[in-house]
């Protein structure tokens, strides 16, 4: 895929001005969006993703453009997942809801800035050592076993690393509308309203762990993973409002994203194999009857693992709250 300098910097650039519009158009006067601004707007970007993507396959062929689709539904799983734990930083810490846009914008264009360079090194080693595939495979395994068997119920406004930032800085009891701080009695104090965005950044940093080895076991293409993440992380923040309420319902969320963070490893480590350089492996020699999983097996896979998780997790919702009400039926009845 030949992308140029010039690509690249148009491509940024649109990125760039993409959230300054965002920030101007929505962001900057607090407010609450309403459940049609929120699905207009989460429609437009991903319409744009989906045409972007058309667009990448037209132009540099489709082998390309599964790779962009494929990442680009692994990179928004991933979000929402993402959501569900920015949820529970704000509810930690209180964030009035006419302020969760700011929180949430910023939060999101922190996780660009982290993700491209996350991306930028992945790329590096990629270009200069086969044997990382070995690494982001295994790391990817170990994520996915996490990722299964984790709980969304602890808060990272309490763990040790929020602890440690209440020490070192002075801190207000309250918010003060959405400013990040203040001056009381001649000093300088921090608002919750920072230390919300502290630990958001925090939390987008574990994430890109993740996010970044994931895509590049679908794709070598640092465009193609760059573009997926950044529309990934277009329209986040409307969706945000837009499923809040739905995010408590996807229970198998968690294990369906185990599912295609473990498939991902194993594609990592055959293609790690069928290059292998590795000398104390097949005596430095690529293993070439290794299988190569081909990207639109990768892609349904993908798509169907989504759907099957968010499927599962509705009826099993939806069998509970029968029962629940059922119990309290029969209750009244007695």
Do not use: C
């Not at 300088?188 to 502290?198: N, Q, Y």
């Not at 529309?231 to 408590?248: K, P, S, V, Y």
């Not at 798509?303 to 919702?317: G, Q």
């Amino acid at each position: 895929m030949q992308v140029t300098p010039l690509i690249w910097l148009i491509t940024i650039t649109v990125t760039i001005l993409f959230f300054v519009y965002e920030f101007f158009a929505h962001v900057r006067k607090p407010h609450e969006p309403s459940i049609a601004e929120s699905a207009r707007w989460s429609a437009f970007y991903i319409g744009l993703a989906l045409l972007f993507g058309v667009g990448i396959g037209t132009v540099s062929g489709w082998t390309f453009g599964g790779e962009y689709f494929a990442g680009y539904l692994t990179e928004k799983a991933l979000s929402i997942d993402n959501l569900f734990v920015f949820l529970i930083v704000m509810a930690g810490f209180a964030v009035p809801k006419k302020y969760q846009q700011k929180v949430l914008m910023i939060g999101i264009i922190i996780a660009l800035i982290l993700r491209g360079g996350f991306i930028a090194i992945g790329a590096t080693l990629i270009q200069n050592f086969s044997w990382v595939f070995y690494i982001f495979g295994a790391l990817l395994l170990i994520l996915a076993y996490r990722q299964a068997f984790s709980s969304h119920e602890s808060s990272p406004a309490d763990g040790k690393f929020m602890t440690l930032v209440r020490r070192v800085l002075p801190v207000t009891n309250e918010y003060h509308q959405d400013r990040l701080t203040v001056m009381q009695g001649g000093r300088r104090f921090v608002t919750p309203m920072l230390l919300t965005i502290v630990a958001i950044g925090f939390v987008d940093l574990i994430f890109a762990v993740d996010s970044i080895p994931a895509i590049y076991g679908l794709t070598n293409e640092a465009y193609i993973v760059f573009t997926a993440n950044a529309f990934a992380l277009m329209g986040l923040r409307q969706l945000f409002f837009l499923i809040g309420g739905l995010l408590e319902r996807l229970v198998y969320l968690a294990q369906g994203l185990a599912v295609i963070l473990a498939f991902i490893g194993v594609k990592l480590v055959f293609h790690a194999l069928h290059v292998n350089e590795l000398p104390f492996i097949n005596g430095g020699e690529p293993l070439l009857w290794v299988p190569e999983i081909p990207i639109w097996f990768s892609l349904l896979f993908i798509a169907a693992t989504i759907v099957i998780a968010t499927v599962a997790s509705l009826l099993k919702t939806r069998g509970d709250e029968n029962k629940d009400d059922l119990g309290l039926t029969h209750t009244a009845n007695r």
